[in-house]
């Protein structure tokens, strides 16, 4: 993975230094928290209900033992034992005190991450497919173009004081798994019709109060331009997005009220003035980085051991039907370790657990780890002839639960357990969701079903492209719970829509429950999706298997 | 017509751990919403915010939040200022096990 060159060091070091300054400034009072606000939060430093909270940018979702094994430990000396894995492959601590914050930066910084930009109206961490250079259906690692994305829009003069924050994603495969259509800008490696290799790039999707699906601005972008066009973009954004109102200054309103054709007109108008300052320094620069995401050394050897005991295990042979996925690479497996044991808060992992895997990633998966934005872990490397010996090591730390992909495998933002900006709790909810189905034993014959829960409307439990969405609001000082149905997160994204009036804490878990056993009633056949199904039958029996006092009403 | 002014608390962040305090009668800072000042008039709320949000190397945010009289002093009327009170539901941490 990429290594920190002597600018990078120096310039998170000091960056550590300035903040270490200003927290002393803020608590003997020279600077008001007026003053100090703006300076936290370009740090990723947040003051939340109960406490502040600092995120960690983990880039493009991607992590080493080494790093691991620092987030642990900064969990167990600044924190309370553990940590939040977020759906932008990002970590948070819930629980760190004012004064300790530099010190948990210099932390970071020995081993090479930081909170730089995970917060403020600047370009947020650079997000990737969590399969990255592993998974079968690849065309190219998107990790290197995603850290020439961050070494650029890292505190890019230009770039800090955007209308609004600004999301980039980067996609290497023909599946989406990096939700690229849900970003402010989307890159998509793509062939054209001369076999050469580069990029469509998508943009204004977002979710948030006003959901939008990206819109293609370029169907295809050589490779060599990417960066030029992205500052394009952002330039263009930069000057043409609102400033006067918070909630429309998002790049899709500007997209959705100036026009995708205006856009693009624009775009490329800048784009002509901007190629022209880039002399090919970045791509040298990109071929550094590919050089330090160069494959891991493969190994052959049996695979023997991983069928022997998939046939004699079945508790075994659950998790790896359910948690491996395929790799390109012969004999190798990629390992989706879910974090979300059934009642337990999606996304958290104890100090402990991330040693395991760190460990396990060091010992049997070429040191790499990856954070995933349905807050998960990945090993992306494992051999098949060790899956047996990473299972046990996992079930042991209580990390070998088969649920990937299942209706227990829940995102969950923090909602008001944490956040300020939250109307109700999702936490509890996806709790007593994945407790419930896992009591009615029936997750594995349900099936592929992605439940997404969002605390408020600012979306970032994604429930706009959740198969089955929750939305908590604030009904007259209520909590009250909002389903929509039919979202979908992938290359066909689409955004759900709201099935009805919501639901109150006590009759959500009573609702989903009826909804996905009314499902299991109305599909074709086992190997219809509850969204397949949503597709083929549309709202109505769903809806009326969610409101069927209604029903009645309506017949009377 | 304005609305009628319903009863407060003024409330923040302490500035340090960052956990929810609510400012007293006699000017301090308690982890306890039951020891906050219970104040009944608009015109008093206005001014003791000012000398709030003044103690800017105490606290962060201090804001005006409503509130009730229970038989142990002032308690919140809202579930998230409620929640403010004790802590997160997934973990036993914050007030619930603090205080």
Known sequence: MYKYNDFDEAFVRERVAQFRGQVERRIDGSLTEDEFKPLRLMNGLYLQLHAYMLRVAVPYGTLNPTQMRQLAYIADRWDKGYGHFTTRQNIQYNWPKLDDVPDMLEALADVEMHALQTSGNTIRNVTADHFAGASADEIEDPRPVAELLRQWSTDHPEFQFLPRKFKIAVSGAKHDRAVTKAHDIGVRMVHNDAGEAGYEIIVGGGLGRTPMVGKVLRAFLPREELLAYCEAIVSVYNLLGRRDNKYKARIKITVHENGLETMQELVEARFEDIRKGFTGYDQELLKQIEGAFAPPAYVSKSSANFEAARLANPAFRSWADTNISAHKAPGYAIVSISIKKHGQTPGDATSHQMRVMADLAEKYGHSELRISHEQNVILPHVHQGDLLAVYTALREADLATANIGLVSDIIACPGMDYCALATARSIPIAQEIATRFDELKIEHEIGELKIKISGCINACGHHHVGHIGILGLDRAGVENYQITLGGDGTETTTIGTRAGPGFSADDIVPAIERLVTGYLDLRENADETFLQAYRRLGMEPFKAILYPAEDKANAA | ?99
């Open chain 2, 1 to 99: 017509m304005p609305r009628a002014f319903t009863p407060k608390v003024i409330t923040a962040n302490a500035l340090i751990a960052g956990d929810a305090v609510w400012f007293t009668a006699d000017n301090r800072w308690s982890p306890k919403i039951s020891e906050a000042e219970f104040i009944t008039d608009e015109a008093h709320a206005d001014l003791r915010l000012l000398e709030a949000q003044a103690r800017q190397d105490e606290i962060a945010g201090a804001y005006l939040a409503d509130a009730k009289q229970g038989p142990h002093g002032p308690e919140a009327t809202h579930f998230r200022e409620e929640f403010r009170t004790r802590g997160p539901s997934n973990y036993a941490h914050g007030k619930q096990v603090e205080l």
